[in-house]
């Protein structure tokens, strides 16, 4: 197949030659650039915000945030000292290394603020999005034992405290009068802190972040980042990012999310550079606008904000002043071909995809901006890491072959620990040496690696990713619902889309009102994007003999494709 190449991007970027960094790299270089180098401790609080008070950095904006109703900008140095005070707020409530405190609200200043200090006392964070509801909310603090969490008054009734043992404090951000007693109020906390703070130096190994994903079995899993991360959330922000000095960066992703925090946070904070922040609902007119508004000069977002840019029309874009941007990034799932030619057309921008998990805990393949790119391919591994195409018994396989993307293991960003469960760690690992990501894709002759979709049944609904058995657990929690299997539907604009095949209890009868009914119960007893968009009734549904539902199955029926092999089905 002929492939377009689009040429490299004209001007100066750090990463100049990136065959010659790839043979010759070395992440020790990297390393040196950290306290522990020098002291054998180090602490990410520290590098990304308290460093930079000792240069010209102490006094530039780190943070520009906007919402509706808000929009505030932080020094560097006003962040390091506000999460000073957050950290003694900790502190006072005997919270200490390792110990795992949440952080639940809309993004917010204080969002930003909570997750340094609970990092400068030494312990874990826990980011929850937003629209997560009870449920969702009860498993994730269960089974890490969390002893706190933040959050605002809106969210605190999905926080079922007294059913979670370990959980002692809660703090609320702009708590009112009347709030119950118990809680903790963060703007008084904080008025009463001392700005002075003694930061916990912890070891490279030490648990730094607990992020909370899907796979296809069993609830979410907590996998768990260590502060080694930075390394990785350096270089990467450096070679993959371009951070250069005076960029103003945007970063669409949530915190509840890891592309939130890895790069949302970590990466340009480390790299010393202005973070624009934005809350609220987005619309094309909305993301445009934030370009125009703050001058953004690197672009980090997903292939679903894109598709819905180049729904809303060429003509809307010519409305905006988008000279500002010089780089242009997207993460989180394929990036179409029509997409990338769509950004060359209205932004003069190539669109440089690229390729890693919450499990790789940061960026590993990518489109570089000193390389050609190949419309619809993720790009080539970052230097230090060798990712390739593996069989099924774990053979590297040669160019062209479709098998299941790994990574040679370990690399600097790579989890440690799925909380509470090293049979699940080692699922991922089954193959001596390599991490497997559960995603299949080829490498072409040329290195560059092509996604071709997941092994497993994870949905990718616009980039969010998806369980399908937590939804279907909700689902048939629904006095209606006997059965449930769950897949996702191949859609335009998000990717996939949920869509529930179910059948009823005796008693029920299949009716529009009752698919609303049983949509609303996922949205209100899980999260918004995790319920179905479409819901079928089936009187059956396809399972294996031993009882487990057939998605596969459910699946063809959707495409209309042969269901394949059925010698496992029931009659
Ligand atoms: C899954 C990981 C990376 C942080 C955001 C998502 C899919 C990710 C791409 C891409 C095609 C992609 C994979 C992967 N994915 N990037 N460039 N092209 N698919 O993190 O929620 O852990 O999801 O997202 O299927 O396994 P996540």
């Known amino acids: 197949m002929k492939v377009e190449m689009i040429k490299p991007v004209e001007g100066h970027s750090n990463l100049t030659n990136y065959d010659e960094a790839y043979a010759n790299f070395d992440w020790a270089e990297v390393e040196k650039q950290f306290t522990w180098y020098e002291t054998g401790k180090v602490n990410m609080a520290y590098e990304a915000l308290d460093r930079h008070l000792l240069t ?35 502190r006072n409530l005997g919270i200490s290394k390792g110990d795992r405190v949440f952080v639940f609200m809309p993004r917010s200043p204080e969002l930003y603020v909570s997750f340094f200090g609970i990092l400068k006392v030494g312990a874990i964070i826990g980011p929850l999005f937003e629209a997560f509801m009870e449920a969702a909310v009860r498993d994730r603090l269960e089974d890490s034992e969390a002893v706190a969490i933040v959050t605002t008054p809106e969210l605190l009734p999905r926080i079922p405290v007294k059913e979670l043992p370990h959980l002692k404090h809660v703090i609320v951000v702009g708590a009112n009068e009347t709030q119950e007693e118990g809680l903790i109020r963060y703007e008084q906390a904080m008025s009463e802190a001392s700005a002075d703070l003694e930061i916990e130096w ?74 624009v922040v934005r809350g609220g609902r987005f619309t094309p007119e909305a993301w445009y606008k934030t370009i125009e508004q703050y001058k953004v000069t690197i672009w980090y977002s997903a292939p679903t904000a894109f ?44 669109i440089h995809d690229n390729w890693w ?69 080692e699922e991922y690992f089954r193959f001596p040496g390599w991490y497997v990501s559960g995603d299949s894709a080829y490498k072409d002759e040329d290195g560059y690696l092509w ?29 209606a619902v006997a059965e449930a299997g769950v897949i996702g539907k191949p859609d335009p604009v998000r990717g996939e889309v949920i ?25 209100e007893g899980l999260a918004a994007h995790a319920a179905p968009r479409e819901i079928e009734f089936r009187d059956k549904l396809p399972k294996t003999r031993s009882g487990k539902i057939m998605r596969r199955v459910l699946k063809a029926w959707e495409l209309g494709l042969p269901t394949g092999d059925l010698s496992t089905m029931e009659d």
């Open 357 to 425: 998990m919450t499990e790789t805990g940061g960026q590993i393949i990518s489109n570089f901006r000193c390389m050609p790119i190949k419309p619809g391919s993720m790009g080539k591994p970052f230097p230090g890491i060798y990712a390739t195409i593996l069989d099924d018994q774990g053979n590297e396989l040669p160019p062209n072959r479709m098998g299941n993307l790994a990574v040679r293991a370990p690399w600097p960003a790579m989890m440690r620990q799925i909380w509470k469960n090293k049979a699940k760690y």
């Open 451 to 479: 996604f071709q979709g997941r092994v497993d049944d994870v949905i990718n609904t616009s980039g969010e990713r998806v369980g399908p058995f937590e939804v279907e657990s909700k689902l048939v929690e629904h006095p």
């Open 307 to 350: 598709r819905m840019m180049m729904g809303a029309g060429d003509e809307l874009v010519k409305q905006f002043d988008l000279s500002s941007l010089r780089h242009v990034l997207s993460v989180g799932e394929p990036l179409n071909p029509e997409v990338v030619y769509w950004g060359l057309r209205v932004f003069n921008q190539r």
């Open 499 to 523: 869509k529930a095949f179910i059948s009823l209890r005796a008693g029920y009868e299949p009716s529009e009102a009752l698919m609303e009914e049983i949509r609303k119960f996922v949205k």
């Open 56 to 90: 010209d950095r102490r006094d530039q904006t780190a943070l520009i945030y906007s919402n509706a109703t808000r929009e505030e900008s932080y020094t560097f140095a006003q962040l390091s000292e506000l999460s000073n005070k957050f950290g003694n707020v900790l």
């Open 202 to 275: 912890v070891d490279r190994e030490d648990g730094m972040i607990l992020h909370y994903t899907s796979g296809s079995t069993g609830k979410p899993k907590g996998v768990l980042h260590v502060h080694n991360a930075m390394i990785q959330h350096l270089q990467t922000g450096k070679w993959i990012l371009d951070f250069q000095e005076g960029d103003i960066y945007w970063c669409a992703a949530d915190p509840g999310w890891v592309t939130g925090t890895a790069y949302g946070i970590f990466s340009p904070w480390l790299n010393g550079v202005t973070n």
